[in-house]
C-alpha cells in the first residue's frame, strides 16, 4: 500500500508563499502521476496541479496558474507545491494523492493514493 504525507502547511497573511511538501513510501508505476487536491469547508474537493513524473509535464488549475509550481525530487521521494501570491480564497486543506497514469490534472476519483492534508490559511 503506497503511503503519502504533506507537510509545510500553515497561516500566511494574502500575497505571501508557503511550500508545501508530500512524501511518497514509493516511487513506482503506481505513483507515475502525482498531484495536489484542495477542499475548503462546504466545498468540492477540487484540483490545483499535477505532475507526471518521469517526463516532469505539469498540469494546473486555472485557478492557479502562474501563481503555484508543481515539482518533484525522484531521490528524495518527495513532491513539491510553491504557492506563490497567495490569496484568501486558497484557503483550504491541501491534499496530496498519487495514481499510475497520467495525462491530464484529474479529479479526486481518477487518484487511488492520498494523504490526510495540510491546512493552509490565507488571511487578508
Known amino acids: 500500500q503506497v503511503q503519502v504525507e504533506e507537510s509545510g502547511g500553515g497561516s500566511v497573511q494574502a500575497g505571501g508563499s508557503l511550500r508545501l511538501s508530500c512524501t511518497a513510501s514509493e516511487f513506482s508505476a503506481k505513483t507515475l502521476c502525482m498531484g495536489w487536491f484542495r477542499q475548503a469547508p462546504g466545498k468540492e474537493r477540487e484540483g490545483v496541479a499535477a505532475?507526471?513524473?518521469?517526463?516532469?509535464?505539469?498540469y494546473y488549475a486555472d485557478s492557479v496558474k502562474g501563481r503555484f509550481t508543481i515539482s518533484r525530487d525522484s531521490a528524495k521521494k518527495t513532491l513539491y507545491l510553491q504557492m506563490n501570491s497567495l490569496k484568501s480564497e486558497d484557503t483550504a486543506m491541501y491534499y496530496c494523492?498519487?495514481?499510475?497514469?497520467?495525462?491530464?490534472?484529474?479529479?479526486?476519483?481518477?487518484?487511488?493514493?492520498w494523504g490526510q492534508g495540510t491546512q493552509v490559511t490565507v488571511s487578508s
Open positions: 494523492a498519487a495514481r499510475s497514469r497520467c495525462y491530464a490534472l484529474g479529479t479526486q476519483s481518477d487518484y487511488t493514493y
Open positions: 505532475i507526471y513524473r518521469i517526463s516532469g509535464s505539469t
